[in-house]
């Protein structure tokens, strides 16, 4: 059977357990309009509440739980969030795959939880990540085939006209550092204390901040922003990224892809991110790596980064070219590819040692 005939008009049901502002749910959101836009019957499944920061264009069925009687079937279910693979495993569905954008059970938060998780992702079941490390880690620890899909990046993130684009960063250089305070492993803590060693360097330069949660206590104690964002649409991110001149981002080993990077990358913005798996394995060279939980590292990558104009452009321009490979076009194809292989069965002849080759 050819490729586009088994992906022709398929019905999908995502489950997703909440429909919050996080990059995790934005994805699934992206890639079910885009695959809807191709013509397939796409299901966002929620116990969530109607998101009033993306306009969803698949169809949105809410359901009082993740249970068979309340779920219309599908051809394939596409579990997201670990909770929501046991639930996908009692669908009526043809068949069923798991969007695996970090693994759960290297959380911090949820240690208690870890035995509980291992045992979910045993389940003999395929897999689309969102980077290669992913697909190694399923494989080698669980014996489970994967598929890489890549991120699909909204076509508003895109970079200034060319002859818009400043040649240097501004001479109070404005320091963007994302997500949450709160979620150890995003690295905040390393970012703000980062910016205070590059204002004892003497940079001049402002830290603003963007978060899905309100500025805390804990984290005005260490380093006060400037200028704080809470709970912005994706639109107006676009807006505050193009206004910035450096991102940073000190994420931990946790973490799955690191979408504000390619955002950024994609807005013109370089970044300094930490030395991690989920960095390497898709940057490129597009932004200097250093060891996570490193301050003094990241100032001094930082500081390097904003003194020489050059260098700062050269950033930029690799991460306009990096960015460049998430077109919308190419994330669908990617993600209708990794069904074909689930739904034609491609993924059982990889069992029990799961191989992986990127999309």
């Known amino acids: 059977m050819r490729y586009r005939e088994v992906v022709q008009r398929l019905t999908v049901n995502y489950l997703l357990e909440d429909t919050v502002l996080f990059g995790g749910v934005k994805v699934v959101f992206r890639q079910a309009d885009l695959l809807a836009r191709c013509g397939?019957?796409?299901?966002?499944?929620?116990?969530?509440?109607?998101?009033?920061w993306h306009d969803?264009?698949?169809?949105?069925?809410?359901?009082?739980?993740?249970?068979?009687?309340?779920?219309?079937?599908?051809d394939i279910v596409v579990a997201t969030y670990w909770t929501t693979i046991e639930p996908a495993l009692t669908m009526d569905a043809g068949e069923m795959v798991h969007y695996c954008q970090g693994f759960e059970g290297s959380y911090t938060h949820n240690r208690d939880q870890h035995p509980l998780i291992d045992a979910v992702y045993g389940?003999?079941?395929?897999?689309?990540v969102v980077a290669p490390h992913l697909a190694t880690l399923l494989g080698a620890r669980f014996g489970r085939p994967a598929r890489t899909v890549l991120q699909p990046l909204e076509s508003f993130f895109r970079p200034l006209a060319v002859w818009r684009?400043?040649?240097?960063?501004?001479?109070?250089?404005?320091?963007l550092v994302t997500s949450p305070f709160e979620i150890d492993w995003k690295g905040v803590r390393t970012a703000l204390e980062a910016?205070?060693?590059l204002r004892r360097r003497g940079s001049n330069c402002e830290l603003v901040r963007l978060s899905q949660w309100p500025l805390s206590n804990d984290e005005r104690a260490i380093l006060e922003a400037d200028?704080?964002?809470?709970?912005?649409?994706?639109?107006d991110v676009v807006r505050?990224?193009?206004?910035?001149h450096l991102l940073l981002a000190p994420s931990w080993q946790q973490e799955g892809f690191g979408l504000p990077v390619l955002e950024a990358m994609a807005c013109g913005v370089p970044t300094v991110a930490s030395d991690i798996d989920a960095f390497r394995d898709w940057t490129d060279g597009a932004a200097p790596l250093v060891p996570a939980e490193d301050p003094d590292a990241l100032a001094e990558a930082a500081f390097e980064v904003l003194r020489s104009p050059s260098r700062w452009r050269e950033l930029r321009d690799h991460g306009l070219q990096v960015?460049?490979?998430?077109?919308?076009?190419?994330?669908?194809?990617?993600?209708?590819?990794?069904?074909?292989?689930?739904?034609?069965g491609g993924w059982r002849e990889e069992l029990p040692t799961a191989g992986h080759r990127a999309d």
């Open 40 to 52: 397939h019957h796409v299901r966002v499944v929620t116990t969530g509440g109607t998101p009033q």
């Open 56 to 74: 969803l264009e698949a169809e949105l069925v809410r359901v009082p739980a993740m249970r068979r009687d309340h779920v219309p079937p599908a």
């Open 123 to 128: 389940h003999p079941l395929p897999a689309m």
């Open 165 to 175: 684009r400043p040649r240097r960063p501004a001479a109070k250089p404005r320091i």
């Open 195 to 197: 910016v205070r060693r």
């Open 227 to 235: 200028e704080f964002h809470c709970h912005l649409r994706p639109a």
């Open 240 to 244: 505050l990224m193009r206004s910035c």
């Open 323 to 344: 960015a460049g490979r998430y077109s919308e076009q190419r994330a669908t194809a990617s993600a209708e590819r990794a069904l074909a292989w689930v739904v034609g």
